[in-house]
């Protein structure tokens, strides 16, 4: 997650990216990971100073979302 917070934007880009490929990876009963990883996420989109990070953000929470089977 050091990446999330590198100067560069591509960077903290990719980071999100590999965030939500993680998420998106872990089994069911990894819940807590998972949401470790969208209480991340969320605050990359609440604080990231680029608009693509932060859009990327939402985006990599909203389909990580989408496959929770609750």
Known sequence: MQASEDPEWVVRYAAVVGLQNLANAVT????????????RLTQIANTDESRAVCARALLAIEKTRSLDPD
């Open 28 to 39: 069911a009963n990894r819940r807590e990971l998972v949401e470790q990883i969208v209480t």
